[in-house]
């Protein structure tokens, strides 16, 4: 083998591993130790387009997490607990559905082809014997099937060259591929599963649901250090005028009014605090409100309270 | 003419151009073929309702099971959820015209809390609803709701004999809640 053949072998061989590295390592969904992020990692949300249960804010989401999790607490194993999802939600709600009929093709066409483009290759590349090259009948073209008695094309040097550039080209391919997706997932198990903001936004509106605001609002507070923001300011307002801290609330959405004065949600916030902390007032700055927003969806419902 | 062996495809070009040919006419007819309908969209065959039980709202008791030789209605709703104030009228409506004819509708409250539904339920004019809360969402997820608001139809043995992913309207209460109601 002369030293230049041997040196693209190994580039080739090296490029190769190189591929398979990458594609292994992207594909390995890395070090997850929360099992019901693991579960519901492996369930597709139903109301969302392409998005995991565990990744969607949807609330079915949410629901169908609080499951895997109560199911989790009852010692069922995650293959029990996708098994209830499927007979609930059809194979559908898999992340990856077993692969049936026509999308068994899917992953047999690209294996076939690639068998096939090596079988080419292998044919183009095989080292001649001698009297194959003088372009006769030899041993190895007698050993073709009849159907292909055309007299060898001659395969000349440019026919190998094309064969080791394209396939050095897809090999590049890969590899870079491979390595890109590394790089775009490696962050994924570096930082932690999520923003803990959102985390705790999400923790906060669950307890809004539950009725617990006390606790809800300190969360939004604890949020508030983070990432200080009117959105959340506003729900910590709505959160505390829930949990009947209408002094807290008038408080917490007096900051944000000060920083827009015509924040629609800010104007309901306080109008509806005052008619606890000074009723007098309440009025106008809830009309104002309904002068801003008039088909804000609380609308209705404040000109029903200014009515009565 | 040397028309014979040399003129036929080589095995290779055939096979290619065979695969070529059937993977482009997969990839039409996948295109063609569009997504999938949902199986939950249509009329499934008759199954056995999940369990459905607990307290309601009003601090009483609503058990399905407990339901049997009613047909019931299991709306499935929450305050946040615009199209669900919409369709709770209608509800309400088809709650008087037919629960003497065995008519039973009751509102599984997904992910709210029960000042917001008193509210709602206040608003639009059904305070007498059965309702049954679920916080977390828990049950609506063992009946396999895919958002809200979404509508089944129980029939007298306790079977899910159609359902309803968004609002429900006139036309479909009537076609598959009234033939399996009581004579009037």
């Excluded at chain 1, 290759?121 to 190895?140: K, N, Q």
């Amino acid at each position: 083998m002369s030293p230049r053949r041997s040196l693209r072998l190994l580039v080739v061989a090296a490029l190769l591993a190189a591929a398979a590295v990458g594609l292994l390592r992207s594909s390995s969904s890395g070090p997850d130790t929360d099992p019901v992020r693991t579960v519901a990692g492996g369930l597709r949300c139903p109301a969302c387009q392409g998005e995991s249960v565990a990744d969607s804010a949807s609330p079915i989401a949410a629901a169908m997490r609080q499951s895997v999790a109560e199911q989790l607490a009852q010692g069922r194993s995650p293959a029990e607990i996708r098994r209830w999802f499927v007979e609930r939600y059809g194979t559908d709600v898999l992340a990856d559905p077993p692969a049936r009929g026509v999308s068994l093709l899917l992953w047999a066409v690209p294996a076939l082809a690639l068998l096939a483009a090596g079988a080419a290759a292998l044919r183009t590349l095989r080292p001649r014997r001698p009297e194959e090259a003088a372009g006769r009948a030899g041993p190895v073209a007698r050993r073709r099937t009849p159907g292909s008695a055309a007299p060898p094309t001659p395969r000349g040097p440019t026919a190998r060259r094309l064969w080791w550039v394209s396939s050095a080209g897809v090999t590049l391919l890969v590899v870079a591929v491979a390595v890109a997706a590394g790089q775009t997932g490696r962050p994924a198990p570096a930082a932690p599963p999520a923003d803990p903001v959102a985390v705790t936004l999400q923790l906060a509106r669950d307890l809004e649901g539950q009725q617990r605001y006390d606790a809800a609002a300190a969360l939004y507070r604890e949020a508030l250090r983070d990432r200080p923001d009117d959105g959340i300011q506003l729900r910590l307002a709505f959160a505390l005028l829930r949990a009947d801290d209408a002094a807290g609330a008038e408080r917490a959405v007096r900051e944000v009014l000060a920083r827009s004065p015509e924040s629609p949600d800010g104007l309901l916030v306080l109008g509806l605090a005052q008619r606890r902390t000074r009723p007098a007032e309440a009025p106008s700055t809830l009309r104002r409100f309904l002068t801003l927003a008039p088909h804000h969806p609380a609308a209705a419902e404040i000109r029903r309270l200014l009515d009565s | 003419m040397t028309a014979g062996p040399a003129r036929r495809l080589p095995a290779g070009r055939l096979t290619a151009l065979l695969l070529v040919v059937t993977v482009g006419g997969l990839l039409a007819a996948g295109l063609r073929a569009g997504p999938e309908p949902s199986p939950a969209a249509g009329d499934p065959t008759p199954v056995p309702a999940p369990a459905l039980a607990g307290a309601t709202l009003d601090g009483g008791r609503f058990d399905l099971a407990g339901a049997r030789g009613q047909v019931v209605l299991v709306n499935v709703f929450a305050s946040w959820c615009g199209p669900c104030r919409d369709e709770l009228p209608l509800l309400a409506e088809a709650a008087r015209r037919w629960s003497p004819r065995g008519l039973r509708i009751v509102g599984l409250n997904l992910r709210d809390g029960p000042e917001a539904v008193r509210a709602l339920l206040a608003e639009t004019g059904v305070a007498d609803l059965t309702v049954l809360p679920d916080p977390d969402g828990i049950r609506a997820v063992a009946w396999g709701v895919r958002g809200v608001p979404e509508t089944f139809v129980v029939d007298r043995d306790g079977r899910i004999v159609a359902r309803r992913q968004g609002v429900v309207d006139r036309a479909w209460l009537d076609r598959w809640v009234a033939p399996r109601l009581a004579a009037p």
